[in-house]
């Protein structure tokens, strides 16, 4: 009798160690809602790279492009065409959560039609301009600004509400100048904006530290201020904040990955056990610092409560701006 429970113990322990393990994409995929270039690219190629060389992926992780509405078209194409498609991820940012809750993705689709599964790192947001640019502080821009905010040109990707317009609108309001006030040109991601930054075409950028990486190196690009609470480590050490130059400027950009509503508990596991052993892993860890962001853990059940949090504590922020009712 003993040895019949043990052997039924130990069938059932093998079938919940098979059927945990169960489910393996068979052709990974991330989904980057925009152009090439920008946040949404260097996402991607964070699970593509890090996961790849943490050796997390049972091949090679492809990398697919899906611009429109700042996310609008990949989110609705997810939900309309592959709810269940388990082996592709699609990157997100805190701007695509304020898209969520000012409705902008479409009336009938919130942020409880995805499946929010790991964290990729977090970003700060940066005022950017030109190399040439004659402005080398904050303090220097923010002058002339304020002298005639009509005549400068903003730009980045997205359009009004979006988190790029919130970072340049809480610039504004830090010195006392009205948001609406600024010109502003909505931009399809980030590397569109940092083209037009470079062709003249906007003379301020409030994009992101993670997207500058490969521009300061190549000495096109200056950072007058991060909106981070304190400086950066590694290249941006020497960066000033906002904050330590006399502005109430901070703006944090969550990045992350999310499934199809339908993409069953088997597979969502699968990509949470992923995630977490990626962040025991110092290639995958690298692979983010590489990419300009901050290490940041949070996965499955975790990352699906903090994100719904987030989406409804903007949505309370766009109420009191008058941008959704």
Known sequence: MKSMTRSLLMAVGLATSVSAFAFEPEKPECIAPAKPGGGFDLT????????????????????????????AVAYNHINANRRDDADTLVAFSSGSLLN????????DLDENDARWVGAAGVDYGAVIVKADAPWNTLGELVEDIKADPSSFVLGAGGGVGSQDWMKAAILM???GVDPKEMRYVAYEGGGEAIAALMGGHIKVYPGD??????????????????????????????IPTAVEQGYDAEWAILRGFYLGPDVSDEAYDYWTETFKKAYDSNVFQQTVLDQGLVPYKSAG??????????????RELAKEAGLIK
């Open 44 to 71: 991607c190629r964070i699970a593509s790279n890090g996961l790849g060389d943490a050796g997390l992926l049972p091949s090679p992780m492809a990398v697919t492009f899906m611009p429109g509405g700042v996310g």
């Open 100 to 107: 969520l809750a000012q409705s902008k993705w479409g009336k």
């Open 173 to 175: 309001k830090s010195v």
């Open 209 to 238: 530290m993670g997207e500058m990486k490969g521009q300061l190196e190549a000495g096109r690009l200056k950072v007058l201020a991060s909106m981070s609470p304190e400086r950066l480590d590694g290249e941006f050490k020497d």
């Open 301 to 314: 059940a975790e990352l699906d409560a903090d994100v719904k949090k987030r989406v409804a504590l903007m």
